[in-house]
């Protein structure tokens, strides 16, 4: 008789042929993830054409998949284009992995602004932009804040660059625009930069009046980084680079480890 805690089902499979195979998928469900992963790795949305070749399926089954993940908002169809793209339904168990991960890394942002007395910043890359999850300003009357939530193209910021560093080169391909701010940006140039910031692990940029260092986060396969800003005059190069080590150290610990609590010794 079969045991308790459904001991009698384990036991019928660990008395089966070791060399037997087995495949528990589901084609459907495959074919589901199939299509995700497909709408997840496109910035303009994808065709229902493209899905059907892409997923090896007729185009009427195609459609039907797409028009259920439709129906519980994980696709959407953008009316005037007919293409489509991840939809609402993940945005709310995305909200809360980024609010898990804000809260993670507060503490370290909090350390790390009162190690080199300058903001610190957490971002995330959202289409062809970045978001900035959380902002903790330093407390120098000058200094270099964005505001939580505030958006930035990619290409034009440190935060930006780490964060590509991650990124597959087709992909960055996709999200760099033909022009902007009057000038073009030439991919090769771009990725050539990009494979610097590999090798380093961490990007600076400099506009004159202020310097950034970032670096990716490394213990999560979110695209998002950590970087601290200052105005220029009171933040070399110098201690930019300085800074990059203490944030290549704090970038494979954030995602892992809480900040130990410092607890003062209990009172006799």
Known sequence: MPGRHGQGPRDNADTATKGEERNYTVRAVERVCSILNLLQESVEGVSLIDVAQETELPKSSAFRYLWTLEAHRYVERDAGTGLYR???????????????????????????????????????????????????????????????????????????????????????????????????????????????????????SDDGDGRCVAAPLTGTRLPVALGISAPAARFSRTDADKAAIRLLEVTKEITVNPIPEQRSSPQS
């Open 86 to 204: 991840l939809g609402l339904g993940f945005v709310g168990m995305q909200s809360r992995h980024l609010e898990v991960l804000r809260e993670r890394a507060r503490p370290w942002l909090e350390k790390i602004r009162d190690e080199f007395g300058e903001t610190v910043n957490l971002a995330i890359l959202d289409g062809d932009h970045i978001v900035y999850l959380d902002v903790v300003e330093s407390k120098h009357r000058v200094r270099f804040a964005s505001a939580r939530g505030f958006r930035e193209p990619l290409y034009a910021t440190a935060m930006g660059h780490a964060i590509a560093s991650r990124l597959p080169e087709e992909r960055i391909r996709e999200l760099l625009p033909l022009s902007a701010t009057g000038y073009e940006i030439a991919p090769d140039s771009y990725l050539t930069g990009i494979g610097d910031i590999q090798r380093l692990g961490y990007a600076i």
